[in-house]
């Protein structure tokens, strides 16, 4: 185990639906670095994952949305998966906790649909990002540049495609918050 992220704690943002791989693969390496991982939910005690092609075992959460504040976590993952985000980007209040990182100028990582949950924070405008290719278009008319890329890092936003980046996201995610808080992250 490394200590790179030793003192760290960081959020994962989800609900039922996730991808399961990208929630359980950026936790397994967040924690092997040293962090502190909390799966936070709006509701629930546990949630299911989407793994693959079908619904997928239920995972425990270490807090529901209404007992945190942003400002006890050092960073914010969001895994994506078709539901999970849909469901979120509905969810003022998941908004909120989301434009908090932004505002504070904390990391952010991104995966697949989990930009959804960006756009409708307001925080996509003027960013860099990529995603799964049927986001393109959402991202774009949000004022996103879309690009075609494994992983895309710009000022402590980390966003990829797809589980196949996986490898990619999770050691630029690390990268970021290992350095820590962006100046020019914003909301």
Not at 147 to 155: M, N
Request: overall charge negative; hydrophobic content about 35%.
């Amino acid at each position: 185990m490394s200590e790179k992220l030793k003192g760290k704690t960081v959020a994962i943002l989800a609900t039922d639906g996730f991808e399961e791989s990208e929630l359980t693969e950026p936790k397994a390496a967040l924690e092997r670095e040293g962090a502190t991982v909390h799966v936070i939910a709006p509701d629930k005690d546990s949630i299911r994952a989407w793994a693959g092609t079908d619904w997928g075992p239920s995972y425990d959460v270490d807090r529901k949305l209404d007992q945190v504040d942003a400002g006890d976590y050092d960073a914010l993952e969001l895994p994506g998966g078709l539901f999970n985000p849909d469901t979120l980007r509905q969810n003022e209040q998941a908004l909120a906790f989301t434009r908090r990182f932004f505002e504070q100028h904390k990391p952010v990582g991104a995966i697949c649909h989990g930009p959804w949950v960006l756009i409708n924070a307001g925080v996509a405008k003027g960013r860099r990002m990529t995603s799964y290719p049927s986001v393109e278009m959402d991202l774009r008319n949000a004022g996103a540049e879309w690009v075609d890329q494994e992983v895309v890092v710009d000022s402590g936003l980390v966003t990829s495609r797809k589980p196949d980046d996986l490898d990619a996201f999770c050691s630029k995610l690390v990268e970021e918050i290992a350095e820590g808080k962006h100046s020019r992250q914003h909301a």
